[in-house]
């Protein structure tokens, strides 16, 4: 069927409620020129931004409009937006560190002392923490037709799924990972995510507008996301995979308004509480800010810290912020020393999907526009175009703040994130030179000599010897640490022959700088491929 033309640059743009003042008000005109040129640029529909600090609200505003078919409606600050992965922080985390809190969950445990399926050897690094840091080992996203109607079931299909690198060792921002924890949440309260939340955190707090599959009731002041299959998406979860699980997932599912968002946010700002209603300790809520040693480093409990895409926010904010963001538009940036916060909701992807790149940059324009009026951080906004890592089915892909983009990773880096299961069972000649190290700068050669089912049996060195530092013809010699004998590249004999490549059946290439300098690297390559194809052994370039 053919989409509704997306009639934004058509539309005027409507404020809507001023904002709050004070005696000495912040400047907040900078946030005013930033939503309508998003608007008028078609963009996004409209958006609200709310601003607070501890219990002041200095900004609430909404721009444009809250849906553009199949009637233009204006956007107000009482819309409810779905909130997507912000999900994750405001709902699954808050529910898991409940848990915690009450002694019915600890969060060095392994996920299979809470979930069956998962109790097995392979899954005793996956721990609670480990979930919730997105370091578990889990890729971004589950492939089609694992996510089923039944959560169960879906647990089940996940334990079978292999890792991307070993628990721990990593960081890959993961829709899976926070399913498991809605489920543990489930099967630890014996009540399903959406009941335990509102119970525990939404009712307490009084949030009217917040929660899962909202009723019809609200249904005037939701905004629609996409069309998908022959109709728009109107108070239905646009996440595909929470749709399939009911509207209930801890990746993807609750609705919610600016302004409950930002009694969240002033809840933990404060310690656990708002005025006499305290739902978690202090030093849970401190807990859930303090960046963890797995992987890159770059997360809190729930939070994004200081990965690549949360950093082109972060020079407006203090050094101790968190961030995260949602597929559908929305923003929440944290300051807990400061108390400030920021909630920035957007419908992005009405009604046509779209806006991935765009959405970014006005994220970080808006971070740059309240830092200037509060923080006074004098940084001018850089765009971190981060890749995207976690396709939606049903339109373009999230980026990589959700999916923190990491360093980039040399090829033994990924070897070793998974276990060097790629080699096992083969015996490995190895070319390499002394720029044949890991991230931590060990040896491929030590790696490979004790990785589990590699049979490292030769090691031929290039120009300039196995250390880099030879300046004639480099003799034939073996590996002082392993044992290994090395044969040269670069002497009498510029390429391996039968009798080096005896009982050999893969050949990995290492040497990171080849086809960078001038030296021989690049020649030695060739003829190493020449040699092995004329013998049928795989080469493997890193």
């Known amino acids: ?37 998003a608007i008028q640029s078609g963009e996004i529909p409209g958006v609200v931004v709310l601003v607070g600090r501890h219990d002041d609200v200095l900004l609430e505003r909404a721009w444009g409009f809250r849906r553009v078919v199949p009637d233009p409606q204006p956007m107000t600050t009482d819309t409810i937006f779905d909130i997507a992965s912000l999900t994750k922080p405001f ?35 996956v721990t ?7 370091t578990a080992g889990f890729p971004a996203i589950p492939p089609p037709g694992v996510v089923r109607p039944s959560a169960s079931e879906t647990v ?17 921002y993961s829709d899976i990972s926070f399913i498991l924890l809605g489920e543990v949440v489930h099967r630890v309260s014996g009540q399903t995510l959406d009941r335990y939340l509102e119970r525990t955190v939404f009712k307490p707090l009084g949030l009217t507008d917040t929660g899962f599959n909202p009723p019809p009731s609200l249904r005037d002041r939701i905004a629609p996301t996409e069309w998908t299959n022959g109709h728009i998406l109107f108070g239905e979860v646009h996440d595909p995979r929470a749709r399939v699980l009911g509207g209930v997932a801890g990746h993807a599912g609750i609705f919610s308004t600016a302004a409950d968002l930002g009694r969240l946010c002033r809840m933990l700002v404060d310690g656990g509480k708002i005025d006499d209603v305290r739902v978690f300790k202090p030093e849970t809520v401190h807990a859930m800010w303090t960046r963890t040693a797995d992987g890159s480093g770059s997360r809190s409990l729930g939070w994004d810290v200081s990965s690549v895409f949360a950093r082109s926010m972060m020079p407006f904010f203090p050094p101790e912020s968190a961030i995260h963001t949602g597929f559908t538009g929305t923003t929440a ?29 006005l994220r970080v324009r808006m971070a740059a526009a309240v830092g200037a009026a509060l923080f006074d951080s004098g940084v001018p906004p850089q765009i971190v175009e981060a890749e995207s890592t976690s396709p939606a089915s049903d339109g373009p892909a999230e980026p990589r703040d959700l999916a923190p983009v990491e360093p980039v990773r040399t090829g033994l880096d990924v070897l070793e994130r998974q276990r060097f299961a790629a080699l096992a069972g083969y015996s490995i000649g190895l ?30 060195s290039p120009e300039h010897g196995l250390g880099g530092d030879a300046n004639a013809d480099v003799p034939h010699s073996r590996d002082a640490v392993t044992g290994v004998p090395v044969w040269s590249l670069y002497g009498p004999t510029k390429r391996p022959t039968p009798a080096m490549l005896k009982d050999i059946t893969l050949l990995v290439f290492d040497i990171q700088d080849v086809g960078v300098r001038y030296y021989t690297y690049l020649t030695t390559l060739v003829y190493v ?11 493997l370039v890193l």
């Open 431 to 460: 070319v390499t030179n002394h720029t044949g190290i890991d991230g931590q700068g060990r040896r491929n050669v030590d790696l490979l000599a004790t990785a589990p089912g590699v049979r490292l049996t030769a090691i031929f």
């Open 156 to 172: 089940r299909a996940l334990s079978r799924l292999p890792f991307e690198y070993a628990p721990g060792t990593g960081t890959q």
């Open 128 to 134: 609670i923490q480990r979930l919730l840091t997105h």
């Open 91 to 125: 709902g699954t985390t808050l529910a898991i560190m409940s848990l915690v809190e009450r002694g019915a969950l600890k969060l060095d445990a392994p996920v299979g002392r809470y979930l069956s399926d998962f109790r097995k050897p392979a899954f005793a690094q």
């Open 529 to 539: 491929m020449e040699e092995a194809g004329r013998l049928g052994i795989p080469v």
């Open 1 to 37: 069927m053919v989409r509704p033309p997306l009639v934004l640059a058509a539309l005027a743009v409507a404020l809507i409620g001023p904002a709050i003042a004070s005696a000495q008000a912040p400047d907040f005109s900078a946030v005013d020129d930033v939503a309508r040129e």
């Open 333 to 361: 940036l944290i300051d807990p020393q400061s108390g400030v916060y920021l909630i920035v909701l957007t419908n992005r992807v009405h009604p046509s999907g779209g806006g991935a790149a765009k959405i970014r940059e």
